[in-house]
């Protein structure tokens, strides 16, 4: 997910991470938030070792002894990276069918009418955006 080895991470701070995304007000809410003996999560931009960005959907909580004393942290981490690529990949293709200037439809297999664009829509005479099949 980073790049790091276990050998080359451990005895290393997160630092190692840091995208340079977020200023320093933002680490120091991370911090006061966890070291008040409450979870943090988040999604965080970090930089992987070779130097791209990761996204992660990232929860960090304060590990207590006993007897209330902070031992440490653990976090979870999970990448997102490809997910939200797809998401805004899905906006970019959804803003082109909305903005389009040619009329464009999208139907099922069965030939069924799924949704029409605003050119279509203008086009057919209909405000519709989808068939009455499709609501159904």
Known sequence: MTGYTVEEA??????????GEYDDEFYEELWDTI???QQWKSEMIDQRKEGDQVILDQT??????????????????RDVTE????EK????????????????AIANFDG????LNPASREM????????????R
């Open 124 to 135: 057919w005479g209909t405000t519709r955006k989808r068939s009455s099949s499709a609501s």
């Open 89 to 104: 990949q899905l906006q970019i293709y959804e803003y082109a069918y909305e903005s389009a200037l040619s009329g464009l």
């Open 112 to 115: 069924e009418l799924r949704s």
């Open 35 to 37: 070291q008040a003996g």
């Open 60 to 77: 960090i909580a304060p590990i207590e002894i006993d007897s209330g004393t902070l031992e440490g942290y653990v976090a979870v981490n």
């Open 83 to 86: 997910h939200r690529k797809r």
């Open 10 to 19: 451990v005895g290393e701070t997160p630092a190692i991470l840091s995208s």
